[in-house]
């Protein structure tokens, strides 16, 4: 085929664009396509500057200068719309050669690379270091013990690359997490509806990215995939605390602050009393530390041991608090429940008898005349820890004297184990049998408190005692002012981890049990002592309240938690924000927040296989 001569004179067999109006009418202009493949025929000449006006600069190949000339403002009359240059098929071969050259290197990397010092993520059969955390419980079966197409047929493996692999459920086979552990947070949201209702754990949890990596990290971003809030920092985003935050609810023991710090551990009347520490209560009225450890401090800072901190005051108060069981004239709460009387009926000449009665079965055989009522009272399982230590031949001796209206006398001659039993004269200079508190948190009189608290043997005793009977036994135990071994004074009933409102008496907590648990969020006091210091860190952020009315709550018969006023003033996000905020300490939401309810381990990760 003939080549036209303005062709010839334009060509450039090393460019990588042909004319596009070669292309498509087989006629190109004289200037071709420029270097960077754009058209370079849109105007004929580039016009140059001469004298006052402009110079034609047309080639004679192209017809020499045009009759027009120059426009006045040195732009070239002959324009024409311009073409678009095509790549030439050696730029197109030379493309693909390149391509396929690159290809075929990354495919030798992927599949040799073997070598510790060459980055794994660039190998396809290496994907990377497991952390060490896995690459114990993965070494037997390697990369089957997640990725469960890889060790499959040739055609597995491909489908593995181009479909969804959710490993979920092969982090189910060693973790565990509260039901239903896919959803989110592991909690069934009553409140609000999430943005999903199942999640993977490689959302937030990537492996191979080395030996040392830390799978808990997770970066502010990744929990706004979720939650649309918008949260930058914690000063400006995180919303304001609880108005009560974090002293919302009674804890286990009834503690006034308030009274001990100002009035108790001050005021000469107190610190007047024998046995009062005059020194350690000068060092607590100023020192949190005096009562709290701080050293084993975690979330909660526990109270130290009552026999280091309470037993100075109220260890005598315990003692002093006895426990009646019976008494020789008349009924006490107990003996009153033992024979089913009520307290209306105790001045009848019936009730009196029966009393009597009582008295003269103890004194014939204590042990199966208390068996046998224990027995009517479906309380025969609990009898030996309600009379522990209570030797029947003081009972059989007491009785017998009682009987003869005679005032029981301890003989020496006698040997009597009591274990804090003691019977005749009481303070009130009334003959009775009667448990004097062996020590705090003793086991006793502890027995008697929890039956009443369980309503399932309460209910069973109902059955064949009157309510306003086992009502009254309750009443006097649980007294706070005169209840025997004055545990109700500090023990409160019905106080149990209750966030709604409590109403009656349900159980009570012994130990001590620190503020209510907060699923999703965390609080280390540790690090925060650690940073500001034990004698500062505790009024920094906890300040006492002297406005406050702490006594209401427990003297109400009926509580609900909503009326709850703690001794200290609510810490406010403000309070936090004087450290947490950019520049000074972190501020993300990990550092408050769990993602995990209950997270743990399987038997199978626990219990090494044999």
């Known amino acids: 085929m003939s080549v036209d001569q303005n062709s010839e004179k334009y060509e450039r067999p090393l460019s990588r664009h042909l004319c596009g109006r070669n292309v498509f009418w087989k006629k190109s202009c004289s200037q071709g396509p420029k270097a960077d493949g754009t058209c370079g025929g849109a105007v004929s000449c580039s016009p140059v500057k001469e004298g006052g006006g402009y110079k034609c600069t047309r080639a004679k190949s192209a017809g020499g200068p045009c009759t027009q000339g120059p426009l006045q403002d040195g732009g070239c009359a002959k324009n024409r719309p311009p073409c678009v240059p095509k790549l030439r098929i050696r730029t197109h071969r030379r493309r693909l050669g390149l391509l396929a050259l690159t290809f075929a290197l990354a495919m030798i990397g992927a599949f040799s690379n073997t070598s510790e010092h060459i980055n794994p993520s660039v190998s396809m059969l290496d994907a990377g270091h497991l952390s060490d955390i896995h690459t114990g419980f993965t070494q037997d079966e390697g990369c089957a013990s997640c990725h469960s197409n890889h060790n499959d047929s040739p055609f597995d493996w491909v489908k593995a690359a181009f479909s969804k692999n959710d490993m979920s459920s092969e982090c189910l086979d060693c973790h565990s997490f509260n039901e239903p552990e896919l959803a989110p947070h592991n909690f069934s949201f009553t409140s609000f509806t999430p943005e999903t209702d199942k999640t993977q754990c490689v959302s937030c949890h990537s492996e191979h990215k080395g030996k040392k990596a830390n799978l808990n990290e997770v970066t502010q971003s990744t929990c706004s995939n979720c939650h649309k809030v918008k949260f930058d920092n914690f000063v400006e985003d995180h919303p304001e605390f609880p108005p009560k935050y974090p002293s919302g ?220 009977i086992i009502e009254r036994v309750r009443d006097y135990l649980l007294d706070p002012r005169e209840g025997p071994g004055a545990c109700a004074k500090c023990h409160q009933p019905g106080l149990v981890d209750k966030i709604k409102s409590t109403e009656g008496i349900s159980t009570a907590t012994w130990n001590y049990r620190g503020q209510v648990e907060r699923h999703f969020s965390k609080y280390s006091h540790g690090i925060h002592i650690k940073f500001l210091g034990p004698k500062k860190n505790c009024q920094f952020c906890h300040q006492l309240d002297s406005d406050s009315d702490y006594e209401a709550y427990f003297d109400q018969e009926t509580r609900n938690v909503d009326d709850f006023l703690s001794n200290f003033r609510p810490i406010s996000k403000v309070k936090c924000a004087e450290c947490h905020q950019p520049e000074k300490a972190r501020d993300d939401c990990v550092i408050c927040h769990n993602y995990h309810l209950n997270p743990g381990y399987k038997e199978k990760v626990l219990v090494k296989e044999e």
């Open 249 to 468: 609810i009674p804890d286990s023991i009834k503690f006034n602050h308030n009274q001990h710090i100002n009035d108790y551990f001050v005021e000469a009347k107190w610190q007047g009393k024998k046995s009062v520490d005059k020194e350690f209560s000068l060092f607590a009225s100023k020192n949190c530390v005096a009562c709290h450890e701080v050293e084993t401090a975690a979330r909660k800072v526990k109270a130290k041991p009552f026999e280091q901190i309470c037993a100075n005051c109220h260890q005598s108060q315990i003692i002093s608090r006895e426990f009646k069981l019976i008494a020789a004239e008349s009924f006490t709460p107990v003996s009153a429940l033992l024979l089913g009387v009520s307290e209306d009926d105790e001045d009848e000449d019936e009730a009196l008898d029966q009393h009597l009665e009582f008295l003269q079965l103890l004194a014939e055989n204590p042990d199966e005349t208390m068996a046998d009522i224990a027995d009517e009272l479906t309380i025969a399982k609990e009898l030996s820890k309600l009379i522990k230590g209570l030797n029947p031949l003081l009972l059989k001796k007491a009785s017998e004297d009682w009987v003869n209206e005679d005032d029981f006398i301890e003989n020496d001659d006698i040997n009597i184990e009591q274990y804090g039993w003691v019977a005749g004269g009481d303070d009130d200079g009334e003959q009775t049998l009667r448990y004097r508190a062996v020590e705090h948190a003793d086991p006793v009189i502890r027995s008697w408190i929890e039956l009443f608290l369980d309503e399932t043997k309460v209910t069973q005793m109902r059955e064949s005692i009157e309510p306003e």
